[in-house]
Nanobody, 122 residues
């Protein structure tokens, strides 16, 4: 069983930065691909990015502003959010899976955290 716990969300002004963390427990082979999604109230869950075999892939909407990286020693995957905009406000979820399914599709992922809220004020 794999468990994911997100942290690091909060309130920030537009243009600011936050670093989200996703602490993962369980067999490493069960969570080789880790993704971040976000969901605003009343909207669908959207892909933000994922990291697999050390390579990060990003949604176009965040490319150049967000960075995903992992620390194996800490079993943690990070999402660095820079140049934040009000439209980045959402609950951010990390998800993990061992499979080779499409990384940008929520159904690819077996394991999910409960999310952390990010609010960007204008």
């Amino acid at each position: 069983q794999v468990h994911l716990v997100e942290s690091g969300g909060g309130l920030v002004q537009a243009g600011g930065s936050l670093r989200l963390s996703c602490l993962v427990s369980g067999r490493t082979t069960d969570w080789s691909k880790v993704a971040w999604f976000r969901q605003a109230p009343g909207k669908e869950r959207h892909f933000v990015g994922y990291i697999w075999s050390g390579v990060p892939i990003y949604a176009n909407s965040v490319k150049g502003r967000f960075i995903i990286f992992r620390d194996f020693a800490k079993s943690t995957v990070y999402l660095q959010l820079n140049s934040l905009k009000p439209e980045d406000s959402a609950t951010y979820y990390c998800a993990a899976d061992a499979g080779a399914g499409p990384g940008s599709v929520p159904s690819t992922y077996t394991y999910w955290g409960r999310g952390t809220q990010v609010t960007v004020s204008s």
